[in-house]
Protein backbone atom coordinates (compact mmCIF):
# COMPACT_ATOMS: atom_id res chain seq x y z
CA UNK A 1 0.00 0.00 0.00
CA UNK A 2 1.56 3.52 -1.71
CA UNK A 3 1.63 5.99 1.49
CA UNK A 4 -0.60 9.44 0.30
CA UNK A 5 -0.50 12.54 2.09
CA UNK A 6 -2.69 13.21 5.02
CA UNK A 7 -5.58 14.99 4.14
CA UNK A 8 -7.90 17.38 6.27
CA UNK A 9 -11.21 15.80 4.99
CA UNK A 10 -12.30 12.36 3.48
CA UNK A 11 -15.82 12.23 2.19
CA UNK A 12 -16.48 8.19 1.40
CA UNK A 13 -19.95 8.04 -0.61
CA UNK A 14 -22.01 5.37 0.95
CA UNK A 15 -23.75 3.27 -1.93
CA UNK A 16 -27.08 1.85 -0.29
CA UNK A 17 -28.36 -0.22 -3.51
CA UNK A 18 -30.04 -2.42 -4.81
CA UNK A 19 -28.75 -5.50 -6.98
CA UNK A 20 -30.24 -8.34 -8.94
CA UNK A 21 -28.21 -11.52 -7.82
CA UNK A 22 -26.28 -13.46 -10.86
CA UNK A 23 -26.47 -10.30 -13.18
CA UNK A 24 -23.04 -9.47 -13.09
CA UNK A 25 -22.47 -7.24 -16.19
CA UNK A 26 -25.65 -5.27 -14.99
CA UNK A 27 -24.45 -4.54 -11.26
CA UNK A 28 -21.04 -3.63 -12.78
CA UNK A 29 -22.98 -1.19 -15.16
CA UNK A 30 -25.14 0.07 -11.69
CA UNK A 31 -22.04 0.36 -9.92
CA UNK A 32 -20.24 2.71 -12.54
CA UNK A 33 -23.25 5.03 -12.53
CA UNK A 34 -23.31 5.39 -8.71
CA UNK A 35 -19.32 5.89 -8.67
CA UNK A 36 -19.34 8.67 -11.31
CA UNK A 37 -22.63 10.55 -9.79
CA UNK A 38 -20.58 10.64 -6.36
CA UNK A 39 -17.77 11.66 -7.79
CA UNK A 40 -18.46 14.36 -9.95
CA UNK A 41 -21.78 15.82 -8.30
CA UNK A 42 -21.26 14.71 -4.82
CA UNK A 43 -17.43 15.54 -4.88
CA UNK A 44 -16.59 11.93 -2.95
CA UNK A 45 -13.00 10.69 -2.44
CA UNK A 46 -14.04 6.91 -2.20
CA UNK A 47 -17.46 5.28 -2.82
CA UNK A 48 -18.24 1.75 -0.81
CA UNK A 49 -20.57 -0.67 -1.52
CA UNK A 50 -22.20 -3.73 -0.22
CA UNK A 51 -21.23 -7.35 0.15
CA UNK A 52 -20.81 -9.22 -2.90
CA UNK A 53 -22.45 -6.44 -4.23
CA UNK A 54 -20.89 -7.25 -7.71
CA UNK A 55 -23.12 -10.94 -8.07
CA UNK A 56 -25.87 -9.43 -5.40
CA UNK A 57 -26.59 -11.38 -2.26
CA UNK A 58 -27.33 -14.20 -2.05
CA UNK A 59 -25.39 -16.02 -4.97
CA UNK A 60 -25.56 -19.45 -3.75
CA UNK A 61 -24.71 -22.41 -6.11
CA UNK A 62 -24.62 -19.82 -9.02
CA UNK A 63 -20.86 -19.77 -7.16
CA UNK A 64 -20.21 -23.39 -7.83
CA UNK A 65 -20.85 -22.26 -11.99
CA UNK A 66 -17.48 -21.97 -13.44
CA UNK A 67 -19.06 -19.50 -15.94
CA UNK A 68 -19.95 -17.33 -12.74
CA UNK A 69 -16.15 -16.73 -11.65
CA UNK A 70 -15.42 -15.60 -15.63
CA UNK A 71 -18.25 -12.90 -15.15
CA UNK A 72 -17.10 -11.81 -11.85
CA UNK A 73 -13.29 -11.28 -13.21
CA UNK A 74 -14.78 -9.57 -16.33
CA UNK A 75 -16.85 -7.58 -14.24
CA UNK A 76 -14.32 -6.66 -11.64
CA UNK A 77 -12.26 -5.24 -14.58
CA UNK A 78 -14.67 -3.47 -16.20
CA UNK A 79 -15.49 -1.88 -12.76
CA UNK A 80 -12.04 -0.89 -11.55
CA UNK A 81 -11.38 0.22 -15.75
CA UNK A 82 -14.31 2.43 -15.71
CA UNK A 83 -14.06 4.16 -12.22
CA UNK A 84 -10.78 5.95 -12.24
CA UNK A 85 -11.01 9.62 -10.46
CA UNK A 86 -12.51 7.69 -7.35
CA UNK A 87 -11.76 5.02 -4.57
CA UNK A 88 -13.99 2.74 -4.67
CA UNK A 89 -14.56 -0.36 -2.32
CA UNK A 90 -16.75 -3.68 -3.38
CA UNK A 91 -17.70 -6.70 -2.13
CA UNK A 92 -17.44 -9.53 -4.74
CA UNK A 93 -16.64 -13.45 -4.65
CA UNK A 94 -12.58 -14.02 -5.33
CA UNK A 95 -11.58 -16.99 -6.25
CA UNK A 96 -7.80 -17.17 -5.62
CA UNK A 97 -5.52 -20.49 -7.14
CA UNK A 98 -8.63 -23.19 -6.23
CA UNK A 99 -10.24 -21.20 -2.99
CA UNK A 100 -12.93 -18.85 -2.79
CA UNK A 101 -13.14 -16.41 -0.54
CA UNK A 102 -16.02 -13.27 0.56
CA UNK A 103 -13.58 -10.20 -0.48
CA UNK A 104 -13.36 -6.54 -0.41
CA UNK A 105 -11.20 -4.37 -2.64
CA UNK A 106 -10.07 -1.20 -2.88
CA UNK A 107 -10.02 -0.19 -6.91
CA UNK A 108 -7.88 2.56 -7.62
CA UNK A 109 -6.83 4.33 -10.94
CA UNK A 110 -7.88 1.01 -12.96
CA UNK A 111 -6.43 -1.47 -10.47
CA UNK A 112 -6.41 -3.44 -7.51
CA UNK A 113 -4.93 -2.03 -4.83
CA UNK A 114 -5.89 -4.18 -1.70
CA UNK A 115 -7.93 -7.01 -1.16
CA UNK A 116 -9.03 -8.36 2.51
CA UNK A 117 -11.29 -11.70 3.18
CA UNK A 118 -13.91 -11.79 4.75
CA UNK A 119 -12.82 -14.10 8.35
CA UNK A 120 -16.09 -14.67 10.10
CA UNK A 121 -18.44 -16.72 7.69
CA UNK A 122 -22.13 -17.27 9.53
CA UNK A 123 -23.46 -20.63 8.72
CA UNK A 124 -26.80 -20.25 10.90
CA UNK A 125 -30.04 -19.17 10.09
CA UNK A 126 -30.48 -18.13 6.85
CA UNK A 127 -26.81 -18.18 6.38
CA UNK A 128 -24.93 -20.98 4.89
CA UNK A 129 -21.53 -19.60 3.83
CA UNK A 130 -19.22 -22.33 5.15
CA UNK A 131 -20.61 -24.29 1.61
CA UNK A 132 -18.97 -21.81 -0.29
CA UNK A 133 -16.49 -19.49 0.92
CA UNK A 134 -12.72 -20.20 2.91
CA UNK A 135 -12.10 -17.79 5.59
CA UNK A 136 -9.73 -15.36 5.49
CA UNK A 137 -7.39 -14.89 8.51
CA UNK A 138 -5.68 -11.30 8.23
CA UNK A 139 -6.75 -8.18 8.45
CA UNK A 140 -6.67 -5.12 5.68
CA UNK A 141 -5.89 -1.69 6.24
CA UNK A 142 -5.84 1.11 3.21
CA UNK A 143 -4.94 4.38 2.83
CA UNK A 144 -7.10 6.52 1.43
CA UNK A 145 -6.74 10.40 1.18
CA UNK A 146 -4.22 9.97 4.10
CA UNK A 147 -7.15 8.61 6.34
CA UNK A 148 -6.03 4.33 7.31
CA UNK A 149 -9.50 2.73 6.93
CA UNK A 150 -9.40 -0.86 7.97
CA UNK A 151 -12.01 -3.06 5.68
CA UNK A 152 -14.32 -5.70 7.09
CA UNK A 153 -17.25 -7.85 5.98
CA UNK A 154 -20.24 -7.68 8.13
CA UNK A 155 -20.08 -10.95 10.41
CA UNK A 156 -16.51 -9.33 11.02
CA UNK A 157 -17.77 -6.55 13.45
CA UNK A 158 -20.56 -9.60 15.11
CA UNK A 159 -17.42 -10.89 17.54
CA UNK A 160 -14.75 -9.58 18.85
CA UNK A 161 -11.68 -10.31 16.54
CA UNK A 162 -11.20 -8.98 13.24
CA UNK A 163 -12.28 -5.17 13.90
CA UNK A 164 -9.30 -5.23 16.86
CA UNK A 165 -7.03 -6.97 14.46
CA UNK A 166 -7.58 -3.66 11.92
CA UNK A 167 -7.07 -1.42 14.53
CA UNK A 168 -3.82 -3.31 15.78
CA UNK A 169 -2.67 -3.08 12.42
CA UNK A 170 -3.13 1.04 12.31
CA UNK A 171 -6.58 1.44 11.01
CA UNK A 172 -8.83 4.55 13.05
CA UNK A 173 -12.00 4.14 10.88
CA UNK A 174 -13.63 0.90 9.98
CA UNK A 175 -15.33 0.28 6.50
CA UNK A 176 -17.92 -2.84 7.20
CA UNK A 177 -19.59 -3.53 4.10
CA UNK A 178 -22.47 -6.13 4.44
CA UNK A 179 -25.65 -7.88 3.04
CA UNK A 180 -27.63 -8.09 6.29
CA UNK A 181 -31.21 -9.35 5.91
CA UNK A 182 -34.11 -7.68 7.90
CA UNK A 183 -35.94 -9.19 10.75
CA UNK A 184 -38.22 -7.25 13.04
CA UNK A 185 -35.77 -5.74 15.98
CA UNK A 186 -32.82 -5.91 13.71
CA UNK A 187 -32.02 -2.14 13.52
CA UNK A 188 -31.34 -2.44 17.24
CA UNK A 189 -29.02 -5.67 16.92
CA UNK A 190 -26.80 -3.92 14.92
CA UNK A 191 -26.14 -1.11 16.37
CA UNK A 192 -24.94 -2.74 20.03
CA UNK A 193 -22.68 -5.17 18.35
CA UNK A 194 -21.46 -2.26 16.02
CA UNK A 195 -21.18 -0.36 19.54
CA UNK A 196 -19.72 -3.21 21.28
CA UNK A 197 -16.61 -3.21 18.90
CA UNK A 198 -16.15 0.90 18.59
CA UNK A 199 -16.21 1.07 22.59
CA UNK A 200 -13.50 -2.03 22.51
CA UNK A 201 -11.33 -0.18 19.69
CA UNK A 202 -12.03 3.56 20.19
CA UNK A 203 -12.36 3.61 16.44
CA UNK A 204 -15.24 5.17 14.43
CA UNK A 205 -16.98 3.28 11.75
CA UNK A 206 -18.50 2.93 8.56
CA UNK A 207 -21.49 0.22 8.15
CA UNK A 208 -22.81 0.36 4.96
CA UNK A 209 -26.08 -2.57 4.02
CA UNK A 210 -27.86 -3.45 0.79
CA UNK A 211 -31.10 -2.34 0.43
CA UNK A 212 -33.81 -4.61 -1.43
CA UNK A 213 -35.75 -8.42 -1.86
CA UNK A 214 -34.17 -11.67 -2.87
CA UNK A 215 -36.60 -14.56 -2.74
CA UNK A 216 -37.46 -14.93 0.91
CA UNK A 217 -34.71 -12.71 2.07
CA UNK A 218 -35.44 -8.68 2.24
CA UNK A 219 -32.76 -6.40 2.68
CA UNK A 220 -33.23 -2.73 4.87
CA UNK A 221 -30.39 -0.65 4.04
CA UNK A 222 -30.22 1.55 6.88
CA UNK A 223 -26.21 2.47 6.66
CA UNK A 224 -25.09 4.70 9.11
CA UNK A 225 -21.84 5.92 10.57
CA UNK A 226 -20.77 5.25 14.57
CA UNK A 227 -18.39 7.68 16.45
CA UNK A 228 -15.99 6.79 18.66
CA UNK A 229 -18.15 7.12 21.33
CA UNK A 230 -20.87 4.64 20.18
CA UNK A 231 -23.40 7.55 18.67
CA UNK A 232 -24.83 7.20 15.40
CA UNK A 233 -23.89 10.49 14.17
CA UNK A 234 -25.64 9.62 10.74
CA UNK A 235 -28.05 7.52 8.95
CA UNK A 236 -29.38 6.68 5.83
CA UNK A 237 -33.11 6.25 5.43
CA UNK A 238 -34.46 2.36 5.93
CA UNK A 239 -35.63 0.95 2.48
CA UNK A 240 -34.80 3.46 0.17
CA UNK A 241 -31.98 3.53 -2.42
CA UNK A 242 -29.59 6.11 -1.62
CA UNK A 243 -26.13 7.33 -1.98
CA UNK A 244 -25.19 9.68 1.05
CA UNK A 245 -21.59 11.23 1.78
CA UNK A 246 -20.39 10.84 5.14
CA UNK A 247 -17.58 12.92 6.05
CA UNK A 248 -14.55 12.41 8.06
CA UNK A 249 -11.89 14.62 9.66
CA UNK A 250 -8.49 14.57 11.46
CA UNK A 251 -7.66 15.56 14.81
CA UNK A 252 -4.74 16.94 16.15
CA UNK A 253 -3.72 13.65 17.76
CA UNK A 254 -4.59 11.71 14.30
CA UNK A 255 -8.37 10.27 15.11
CA UNK A 256 -10.83 10.40 12.92
CA UNK A 257 -13.85 12.39 13.80
CA UNK A 258 -17.01 11.79 11.80
CA UNK A 259 -19.01 14.93 10.69
CA UNK A 260 -22.39 14.61 11.85
CA UNK A 261 -25.05 14.22 9.14
CA UNK A 262 -28.72 13.56 8.74
CA UNK A 263 -30.01 10.99 11.16
CA UNK A 264 -33.23 9.30 9.53
CA UNK A 265 -35.23 8.70 12.43
CA UNK A 266 -36.48 5.01 13.02
CA UNK A 267 -39.12 3.85 11.70
CA UNK A 268 -42.13 2.08 13.94
CA UNK A 269 -42.10 -2.01 13.96
CA UNK A 270 -45.18 -2.08 12.17
CA UNK A 271 -43.87 0.78 9.54
CA UNK A 272 -40.70 -1.49 9.40
CA UNK A 273 -42.77 -4.37 8.88
CA UNK A 274 -44.77 -3.20 5.94
CA UNK A 275 -42.42 -1.57 4.15
CA UNK A 276 -40.26 -4.69 4.36
CA UNK A 277 -43.29 -7.07 2.70
CA UNK A 278 -43.94 -4.53 -0.37
CA UNK A 279 -40.16 -4.24 -0.92
CA UNK A 280 -40.09 -8.25 -0.66
CA UNK A 281 -43.31 -8.05 -3.21
CA UNK A 282 -42.08 -5.60 -5.51
CA UNK A 283 -38.84 -6.91 -6.14
CA UNK A 284 -39.71 -10.43 -6.81
CA UNK A 285 -42.41 -9.58 -8.98
CA UNK A 286 -40.47 -6.92 -11.44
CA UNK A 287 -36.69 -8.79 -11.14
CA UNK A 288 -38.72 -11.94 -12.03
CA UNK A 289 -40.67 -9.83 -14.75
CA UNK A 290 -43.94 -10.66 -14.12
CA UNK A 291 -46.69 -8.13 -16.12
CA UNK A 292 -48.40 -8.01 -12.56
CA UNK A 293 -49.86 -9.67 -9.88
CA UNK A 294 -53.61 -11.91 -9.06
CA UNK A 295 -55.24 -12.29 -6.07
CA UNK A 296 -58.17 -14.28 -5.01
CA UNK A 297 -59.99 -11.54 -2.18
CA UNK A 298 -62.63 -13.48 -0.52
CA UNK A 299 -63.44 -10.70 2.01
CA UNK A 300 -61.27 -11.62 4.94
CA UNK A 301 -58.57 -9.74 6.05
CA UNK A 302 -55.65 -11.60 5.04
CA UNK A 303 -56.58 -11.81 1.47
CA UNK A 304 -57.52 -7.98 2.17
CA UNK A 305 -53.71 -6.93 3.46
CA UNK A 306 -52.21 -9.01 0.97
CA UNK A 307 -54.17 -6.50 -1.92
CA UNK A 308 -53.18 -3.32 -0.22
CA UNK A 309 -49.67 -4.83 -0.22
CA UNK A 310 -49.38 -5.64 -3.76
CA UNK A 311 -51.29 -2.40 -4.63
CA UNK A 312 -48.34 -0.34 -2.36
CA UNK A 313 -45.53 -2.32 -4.00
CA UNK A 314 -46.90 -2.22 -7.70
CA UNK A 315 -49.73 0.34 -8.12
CA UNK A 316 -53.55 -0.34 -8.85
CA UNK A 317 -52.58 -0.81 -12.57
CA UNK A 318 -50.59 -3.82 -12.28
CA UNK A 319 -53.21 -5.83 -10.08
CA UNK A 320 -56.18 -7.39 -10.26
CA UNK A 321 -58.55 -9.08 -7.53
CA UNK A 322 -60.71 -12.10 -8.39
CA UNK A 323 -63.59 -12.70 -5.59
CA UNK A 324 -64.47 -16.62 -6.52
CA UNK A 325 -67.59 -17.36 -4.30
CA UNK A 326 -68.79 -20.67 -3.04
CA UNK A 327 -73.08 -21.45 -1.89
CA UNK A 328 -70.87 -20.80 2.02
CA UNK A 329 -70.09 -17.21 1.01
CA UNK A 330 -71.62 -14.72 3.01
CA UNK A 331 -73.21 -11.78 1.36
CA UNK A 332 -70.93 -9.50 3.41
CA UNK A 333 -67.62 -11.29 1.74
CA UNK A 334 -68.25 -10.24 -1.51
CA UNK A 335 -69.59 -6.94 -0.77
CA UNK A 336 -66.37 -6.13 1.91
CA UNK A 337 -64.28 -7.61 -0.84
CA UNK A 338 -65.78 -5.71 -3.80
CA UNK A 339 -65.63 -2.57 -1.42
CA UNK A 340 -61.65 -2.88 -1.08
CA UNK A 341 -61.01 -3.45 -4.21
CA UNK A 342 -62.50 -0.09 -5.37
CA UNK A 343 -61.35 1.53 -2.70
CA UNK A 344 -57.56 0.28 -3.92
CA UNK A 345 -58.58 0.89 -7.90
CA UNK A 346 -57.83 -2.60 -9.02
CA UNK A 347 -59.53 -4.39 -12.04
CA UNK A 348 -61.95 -6.15 -9.98
CA UNK A 349 -64.01 -9.35 -11.04
CA UNK A 350 -66.46 -12.32 -9.58
CA UNK A 351 -65.87 -15.78 -10.72
CA UNK A 352 -68.65 -18.11 -8.87
CA UNK A 353 -66.52 -21.20 -8.15
CA UNK A 354 -70.42 -23.33 -7.65
CA UNK A 355 -70.57 -25.06 -11.77
CA UNK A 356 -66.95 -26.32 -10.78
CA UNK A 357 -67.43 -27.38 -7.85
CA UNK A 358 -71.19 -29.06 -8.79
CA UNK A 359 -68.78 -30.44 -11.60
CA UNK A 360 -65.85 -31.84 -9.34
CA UNK A 361 -68.53 -33.51 -6.93
CA UNK A 362 -70.45 -35.42 -10.08
CA UNK A 363 -67.56 -36.74 -11.17
CA UNK A 364 -66.67 -38.43 -7.48
CA UNK A 365 -70.10 -39.32 -6.84
CA UNK A 366 -69.25 -43.13 -7.37
CA UNK A 367 -65.84 -42.28 -5.58
CA UNK A 368 -67.57 -40.72 -2.38
CA UNK A 369 -70.39 -43.03 -2.27
CA UNK A 370 -71.47 -44.12 1.22
CA UNK A 371 -69.11 -41.95 2.60
CA UNK A 372 -69.89 -38.68 4.85
CA UNK A 373 -69.20 -34.92 3.51
CA UNK A 374 -66.24 -33.47 5.26
CA UNK A 375 -62.62 -31.63 4.76
CA UNK A 376 -62.17 -33.32 1.06
CA UNK A 377 -65.63 -31.56 -0.12
CA UNK A 378 -64.07 -28.13 1.66
CA UNK A 379 -60.74 -28.97 -0.48
CA UNK A 380 -61.88 -28.84 -3.82
CA UNK A 381 -63.56 -25.47 -3.50
CA UNK A 382 -60.06 -23.78 -2.52
CA UNK A 383 -58.68 -26.06 -5.73
CA UNK A 384 -61.52 -24.97 -7.79
CA UNK A 385 -59.83 -21.36 -6.74
CA UNK A 386 -56.43 -21.91 -7.11
CA UNK A 387 -57.40 -23.04 -10.80
CA UNK A 388 -58.84 -20.10 -11.59
CA UNK A 389 -56.33 -17.70 -10.43
CA UNK A 390 -53.45 -19.96 -11.86
CA UNK A 391 -55.36 -19.96 -15.71
CA UNK A 392 -55.58 -16.40 -14.99
CA UNK A 393 -51.58 -15.99 -14.17
CA UNK A 394 -51.02 -18.61 -17.08
CA UNK A 395 -52.79 -16.18 -19.96
CA UNK A 396 -51.56 -12.80 -18.56
CA UNK A 397 -48.40 -13.25 -17.36
CA UNK A 398 -49.47 -12.20 -13.86
CA UNK A 399 -48.14 -14.00 -10.67
CA UNK A 400 -50.47 -15.67 -8.45
CA UNK A 401 -49.85 -13.90 -4.85
CA UNK A 402 -51.14 -16.35 -2.34
CA UNK A 403 -52.80 -14.80 0.98
CA UNK A 404 -51.97 -17.11 3.90
CA UNK A 405 -50.10 -16.26 7.19
CA UNK A 406 -47.74 -17.91 9.02
CA UNK A 407 -50.37 -19.20 11.99
CA UNK A 408 -52.30 -21.01 9.31
CA UNK A 409 -49.08 -22.58 7.55
CA UNK A 410 -47.62 -23.49 11.01
CA UNK A 411 -50.60 -25.85 11.42
CA UNK A 412 -52.12 -26.58 8.09
CA UNK A 413 -54.59 -24.88 7.96
CA UNK A 414 -54.46 -24.30 4.40
CA UNK A 415 -55.21 -26.44 1.00
CA UNK A 416 -52.39 -28.00 -1.13
CA UNK A 417 -52.97 -26.67 -4.46
CA UNK A 418 -55.85 -24.69 -3.59
CA UNK A 419 -55.20 -21.42 -1.62
CA UNK A 420 -51.75 -22.44 -1.52
CA UNK A 421 -51.19 -22.21 -5.14
CA UNK A 422 -49.20 -19.03 -6.49
CA UNK A 423 -46.00 -17.79 -7.23
CA UNK A 424 -45.13 -15.31 -4.14
CA UNK A 425 -46.64 -15.62 -0.46
CA UNK A 426 -46.38 -11.84 1.09
CA UNK A 427 -47.37 -12.44 4.52
CA UNK A 428 -46.45 -16.16 4.86
CA UNK A 429 -44.40 -14.83 8.17
CA UNK A 430 -46.54 -12.81 9.27
CA UNK A 431 -48.88 -14.53 12.60
CA UNK A 432 -52.40 -13.41 12.35
CA UNK A 433 -52.53 -11.27 14.87
CA UNK A 434 -49.97 -9.19 13.64
CA UNK A 435 -52.01 -9.36 10.57
CA UNK A 436 -54.77 -7.78 12.34
CA UNK A 437 -51.84 -4.67 13.36
CA UNK A 438 -50.75 -4.87 9.72
CA UNK A 439 -54.25 -3.59 8.56
CA UNK A 440 -54.53 -1.40 11.02
CA UNK A 441 -51.66 0.39 10.50
CA UNK A 442 -52.26 0.34 6.32
CA UNK A 443 -55.60 1.67 7.35
CA UNK A 444 -54.15 4.66 9.35
CA UNK A 445 -52.58 5.94 6.17
CA UNK A 446 -56.00 5.88 4.07
CA UNK A 447 -58.66 3.11 5.55
CA UNK A 448 -59.06 0.37 2.60
CA UNK A 449 -59.81 -2.26 4.67
CA UNK A 450 -63.89 -2.44 5.95
CA UNK A 451 -63.85 -1.95 9.73
CA UNK A 452 -65.92 -4.99 9.77
CA UNK A 453 -63.55 -6.95 7.98
CA UNK A 454 -61.21 -6.16 11.02
CA UNK A 455 -63.94 -7.32 13.66
CA UNK A 456 -65.89 -10.17 12.18
CA UNK A 457 -64.58 -13.93 13.14
CA UNK A 458 -62.56 -15.04 10.19
CA UNK A 459 -63.26 -17.99 8.55
CA UNK A 460 -62.38 -19.96 5.78
CA UNK A 461 -66.15 -20.44 4.33
CA UNK A 462 -65.46 -23.91 3.24
CA UNK A 463 -68.82 -25.15 5.54
CA UNK A 464 -72.13 -23.93 6.99
CA UNK A 465 -71.25 -21.48 9.54
CA UNK A 466 -67.92 -22.53 9.89
CA UNK A 467 -65.08 -20.82 11.75
CA UNK A 468 -61.36 -20.96 12.61
CA UNK A 469 -61.57 -21.18 16.05
CA UNK A 470 -63.58 -24.56 15.49
CA UNK A 471 -60.62 -25.92 14.42
CA UNK A 472 -58.23 -23.86 15.78
CA UNK A 473 -57.37 -22.46 19.47
CA UNK A 474 -58.21 -18.32 19.40
CA UNK A 475 -55.50 -16.51 17.35
CA UNK A 476 -53.94 -14.84 20.65
CA UNK A 477 -53.16 -18.27 21.96
CA UNK A 478 -51.99 -19.71 19.32
CA UNK A 479 -49.61 -17.70 17.98
CA UNK A 480 -47.86 -17.00 21.37
CA UNK A 481 -47.85 -20.97 21.55
CA UNK A 482 -46.20 -20.89 17.84
CA UNK A 483 -43.69 -18.19 18.44
CA UNK A 484 -42.19 -20.15 21.48
CA UNK A 485 -42.10 -23.56 19.68
CA UNK A 486 -40.85 -22.10 16.44
CA UNK A 487 -39.06 -18.85 16.67
CA UNK A 488 -37.58 -19.91 20.20
CA UNK A 489 -37.44 -23.75 20.15
CA UNK A 490 -38.98 -23.95 23.56
CA UNK A 491 -39.90 -27.57 24.22
CA UNK A 492 -44.04 -28.22 24.85
CA UNK A 493 -43.34 -28.73 28.89
CA UNK A 494 -41.22 -25.47 28.94
CA UNK A 495 -44.57 -24.06 27.04
CA UNK A 496 -47.03 -25.52 29.82
CA UNK A 497 -45.12 -24.05 32.77
CA UNK A 498 -45.68 -20.89 31.03
CA UNK A 499 -49.25 -21.45 31.98
CA UNK A 500 -50.86 -22.40 28.17
CA UNK A 501 -52.97 -25.37 28.60
CA UNK A 502 -51.42 -29.00 28.27
CA UNK A 503 -53.80 -30.33 25.59
CA UNK A 504 -53.91 -27.11 23.64
CA UNK A 505 -49.76 -26.98 23.24
CA UNK A 506 -49.88 -30.50 22.75
CA UNK A 507 -52.19 -30.25 19.64
CA UNK A 508 -50.93 -27.30 18.41
CA UNK A 509 -46.82 -28.85 18.69
CA UNK A 510 -48.44 -31.82 16.90
CA UNK A 511 -49.81 -29.97 14.01
CA UNK A 512 -46.63 -28.16 13.42
CA UNK A 513 -44.59 -31.57 13.10
CA UNK A 514 -47.03 -33.26 10.87
CA UNK A 515 -47.03 -30.24 8.46
CA UNK A 516 -43.70 -29.99 7.26
CA UNK A 517 -44.58 -31.67 4.00
CA UNK A 518 -47.42 -28.91 2.92
CA UNK A 519 -44.54 -25.65 4.48
CA UNK A 520 -42.47 -27.94 1.67
CA UNK A 521 -44.89 -27.39 -1.20
CA UNK A 522 -45.66 -23.71 -0.29
CA UNK A 523 -44.31 -20.88 -2.52
CA UNK A 524 -41.27 -18.57 -1.12
CA UNK A 525 -42.48 -15.49 1.09
CA UNK A 526 -40.83 -12.14 2.80
CA UNK A 527 -39.03 -13.11 5.64
CA UNK A 528 -39.71 -10.96 8.26
CA UNK A 529 -39.44 -12.97 11.72
CA UNK A 530 -36.04 -13.82 13.39
CA UNK A 531 -37.25 -17.91 12.38
CA UNK A 532 -39.33 -17.99 9.03
CA UNK A 533 -40.56 -21.25 7.29
CA UNK A 534 -37.78 -22.20 4.34
CA UNK A 535 -33.73 -21.91 4.50
CA UNK A 536 -34.40 -20.56 7.62
CA UNK A 537 -36.18 -23.12 9.36
CA UNK A 538 -35.11 -26.66 8.43
CA UNK A 539 -36.93 -30.14 9.48
CA UNK A 540 -36.92 -33.29 7.78
CA UNK A 541 -40.84 -34.63 6.84
CA UNK A 542 -40.08 -37.79 7.82
CA UNK A 543 -38.99 -38.12 11.16
CA UNK A 544 -40.21 -40.59 14.06
CA UNK A 545 -38.85 -37.59 16.62
CA UNK A 546 -42.16 -37.06 18.83
CA UNK A 547 -42.07 -33.71 20.92
CA UNK A 548 -46.27 -33.48 21.52
CA UNK A 549 -46.74 -36.47 23.97
CA UNK A 550 -47.39 -39.13 20.93
CA UNK A 551 -49.81 -36.84 19.43
CA UNK A 552 -47.98 -37.00 15.72
CA UNK A 553 -50.57 -38.70 13.58
CA UNK A 554 -49.37 -40.65 10.58
CA UNK A 555 -50.46 -40.01 7.73
CA UNK A 556 -53.82 -38.31 6.04
CA UNK A 557 -53.89 -34.39 5.38
CA UNK A 558 -54.47 -31.94 7.93
CA UNK A 559 -57.65 -29.96 7.50
CA UNK A 560 -58.08 -27.35 4.83
Given amino acids: MGRRAVSESLRIAMAQLDFLVGDVAGNAERMIAAATRARTALGADCVVFPELALTGYPPEDLLLRPAMNERIRAGLDRLARETRGIDVIVGYPRLHGDQLYNAASLLRDGGIVATYHKQLLPNYSVFDEKRYFVAGAEPCVVSIKGFPVGLTVCEDIWQPGPVEQCVDAGARLIVNINASPFHLGKRAERETALRARVLATRVPMLYLNLVGGQDELVFDGESFVMDAAGAVTQRVTAWEQEIVVAEFRLDADGRVIPVPGDVSPPLSDDASLYRAIVLGVRDYIDKNRFSGAVIGLSGGVDSALTLAIAVDALGPARVEAVMMPSRYTADMSWEDAQAEAAALGVDYRMIPIEPAFEAFLAMLRGEFAGMRVDTAEENIQARCRGVILMAISN??????????????????????????????????????????????????????????????????????????????????????????????????????????????????????????????????????????????????????????????????????
Fill in 395 to 560: KKGKIVLTTGNKSELAVGYATLYGDMAGGYAPIKDVPKTLVYRLARYRNALAAVIPERVLTRAPSAELAPDQKDEDSLPPYPVLDAILERYIERDMAAEEIIAEGFEAATVMRCVALVNRNEYKRRQAPPGVRVSRRAFGRDRRYPITSGFDDAGGARRRGGESPN
